[in-house]
């Protein structure tokens, strides 16, 4: 589903270049989720960025299903990030004035879905995340383990092939986290998406399926 294929990107500091990534490679099946850990600073948060599209690599290259992204224009790499990707954040980043579930709908309604199966679909999803009873609660009213499951919802709503979460359960208490996360591996296998979920839990990050450690600026399985 996903091959990341020698990844290599760094950031100017001034006079100096600051190496990031260096020749990182990894493929993901569909089904299949990754912990990724590492230390703060050693560049998750940039991988997934690149994964994702938002930024491109100064080397290597993201295959999806065998394509490759590298020659993408813009338009083509929002496109492919609307209909294939699903994101998930340490802070939910919830739009504090529409409910639970108009919080689910809209990405659908962007996406061109009509209204009532975007309807359906939240209400499915929601129900699946325990949250059938807080459809109309907006954020403000929702604990953050709910807020989180909101998130997670929203990020599934559109069917992606592939889901990125960076520290998805990091605003959370341990007991909310290992509840958040048991709900968040049982959609991903039921939908058959690839996923990475960066993590500073390595607890959970070793009940994954496999569990890759960025460490200077290449990944090591283990």
């Given at each position: 589903m996903l091959s990341i294929l020698n990844i290599s990107h760094a950031y100017k500091q001034g006079d100096n270049t600051l190496t990031i990534l260096n020749g990182c490679s990894l493929n993901v099946s569909a089904g299949q989720i990754v912990a990724l850990v590492g230390n703060s600073g050693a560049g998750k948060t940039t991988l997934l960025q690149l994964i994702g599209l938002l930024e491109q690599p100064q080397g290597g290259d993201i295959e999806i299903q065998g394509r490759s992204t590298r020659s993408l224009n813009d338009e083509a790499r929002t496109g492919l990030r609307r209909h294939t990707y699903g994101f998930v954040y340490q802070f939910h980043h919830l739009l504090p004035e529409f409910s639970a579930l108009e919080n689910v709908v809209l990405p659908q309604l962007i996406a061109g879905v009509d209204k009532q199966t975007a309807k359906n679909t939240a209400v499915e999803l929601l129900d699946n995340l325990g949250l059938g009873h807080r459809l109309e609660h907006r954020?403000?009213?929702?604990?953050?383990?709910?807020?989180?499951?909101?998130a997670i919802a929203r990020?599934?709503?559109?069917?992606?092939?592939?889901?990125?979460?960076?520290?998805?359960?990091g605003n959370l208490d341990p007991t909310t986290a290992a509840e958040v996360f048991s709900l968040l591996v049982k959609l991903v296998k039921d939908q058959k998406i690839a996923a990475i979920i960066a993590t500073h839990n390595h607890t959970l990050a070793k009940s994954m399926d496999r569990f890759v450690e960025l460490k200077n600026g290449k990944l090591h399985e283990k």
């Open positions: 954020p403000k009213q929702l604990s953050g383990g709910e807020q989180q499951r909101v990020a599934l709503a559109n069917k992606p092939k592939i889901l990125l979460a960076d520290e998805p359960t």
